[in-house]
């Protein structure tokens, strides 16, 4: 059974390899899937002394205010024989055999990833220990469960830890270890508070009770430890870490151990759970536990395991084949899928594939329809025709209307159609932009290659919108051509001067009478 925790250990290493440590991704996640240990405490709850008397070592980093900034996921390596060492995966051919380096690169690798500002990330280092002295376990230290922000941090830091932890702690195959301080109210727990949110009938948690040799004198933990005060599915531990002397005088882990081990055995209220008291007990709990999840869930890592490689693998197939390594090779494909892009545009517009009826109906409905909506009337009406006509006669009156008036009139009225005109282009070119976006999607060479697709796309939209600005020129100046001409056929329709009914001698307002000014509009 050990090898099935070190098989898991091995599936994580690959899955934060691969970018995968649970968070939203567009390939499938394997790292979700898998059983794991998360470690949640508030700050000061003695959740690092437990990890380190687990491990038998002084490694992890200690301060005030937020020191684990990143999850850690410590993978514990039981070895028969040889001196400890330790591995991190983004350092993978450099053993460490100084714990107090580890300690150093812990905050190092963090600094790295989230700079000197108390921020926190998701990212977890992959700290792996090899030890005759340990049990095969793997567990996620998450950062403490804080109240306030210190300086240096953002107001969000609370929530933004809690989201965290929650986020591991939620998934149905994490199993939660819960630090509780026993000098403290269990009631204002922040680990037992949150792992309540999301396992709230205590089936995934483990409860661990720290500091129990500072309670007060004539209180005690036996009601917590016995489960009366909060039940469990599994029976609390208590542990009796190092204390902050200890530390300074770095007593030595395997002394602490067994230090806590007589505290236990001799303590008149603990004597009777001696047995099941102690980090070294809850380490092979812990991983005695483990094997049994993994073992049951064996199955349906296989299952999606199977299904992951199948996705993966008919991906790689609707990919197509390899990249060319070569420049001029590069040059060759990159045209290749210009072509077949190229190709399917075309079919659009010729009626091969759909959207070119679009531009047709443009022309055929769209711009005669503007054009009827046009208000003519209003450029045509008596009162308008009398105005331009009239003021045409200049100073003196005309037996016969002047062109000039009726140039003006007509010239007055179809400058009203650069609009249409100008409308209709653009409706042609928000149509292209379609079909080029269409046509991108069904290149299916460009799927391969996202970045070349936002290029290809950029350069057509680019092209689309250079020719639009030359088409509205071209569509204007037709506008303008024919309206500054007019043929001897019109003139020769309009009204002679004998039906004109003109009279010179009346005032320049009434020469021209209704019946013939309305034809004139008309």
Known sequence: METLISLVNKIQRACTALGDHGEDNALPTLWEALPSIAVVGGQSSGKSSVLESIVGKDFLPRGAGIVTRRPLVLQLHKIDEGREYAEFMHLPKKKFTDFAAVRKEIADETDRETGRSKQIS??????????????????VDLPGLTKVAVDGQPESIVHDIENMVRSYIEKPNCIILAISPANQDLATS???KISREVDPRGERTFGVLTKI????????????L???????????IGVVNRSQADINKSVDMIAARRREREYFQNSPEYGHLASRMGSEHLGKLLSKHLEQVIKSRIPGLQSLISKTIN??????SRLGRPVATDAGGKLYMIMEICRSFDQIFKEHLDGTRSGGDKIYNVFDNQLPASLKRLQFDKHLSMDNVRKLIT????????LIAPEQGYRRLIESTLVTIRGPAEAAVDAVHVI????????ISETMELKQYPTLRVEVSAAAVDSLDRMREESKKATLQLVDMESSYLTVEFFRKLPQDAEKGGNPTLSIFDRYNDSYLRRIGK
């Open 311 to 316: 996705e993966l693998e008919t991906e790689l």
């Open 432 to 439: 292209l932009k379609d079909l080029v976006h269409k046509s």
């Open 213 to 224: 040799d500072l309670m007060d004198k004539g209180t005690d933990a036996v009601d917590i």
């Open 391 to 398: 003021e045409a006669d200049g100073y003196q009156p005309h």
């Open 226 to 236: 016995e489960g009366k005060s909060y039940k469990l599915q599994f029976p609390w």
């Open 122 to 139: 998701s990212v977890p280092i992959h700290l792996s220990i090899f030890s005759p002295n340990v049990v095969n376990l793997t567990l």
């Open 190 to 192: 922040d680990a037992i």
